[in-house]
């Protein structure tokens, strides 16, 4: 099984950590699709390099993987060729850019990908840091979560 998660900006391990923790403790592969924005082959290398600093603070293990990609067309190839049992994504966004895929019946049709669009909020901010967010040691300090 493998979840697909869609990430469109830096910062977002603090969004998703906890839902990647529970994929990866039930023993469901995780693939992150993170966009490079810029036309600036140095941009783009800064992004990369964030996304896997933020990663490797984060006990994500062996079974996690954050692919980079340039176009929407190169986005929409990986999803056809590596085919996650379902998607994720924040808020509407990703819903908004998957619907531009050529492909997109195909893809997230009747029987194609189920998408899940989440949004967390948090009531305590107080402990919010790249490595506070889904590690369990620290979950004990909020107060309240959501997701819708």
Known sequence: MKCGIYFYKVGMFK???PIINACLK???????YRP???????ENIKTKAQMLQDAKQMPF????T???????????SILINETPTFLITYETDGIL???????YDKLFGPLGIPIFSVQWTFENFNTESITTHGNPKFLHTRKLFSCY
């Open 15 to 17: 969004v998703y950590a």
């Open 26 to 32: 039930k023993g469901i592969e995780v693939v992150v």
């Open 36 to 42: 490079l924005l810029s036309n600036s082959s140095v």
């Open 61 to 64: 293990g062996n079974n996690f």
């Open 66 to 76: 954050i692919l980079f990609f340039s176009s929407l067309q190169e986005l929409e």
């Open 97 to 103: 850019i998957f619907q531009k895929f050529e492909n």
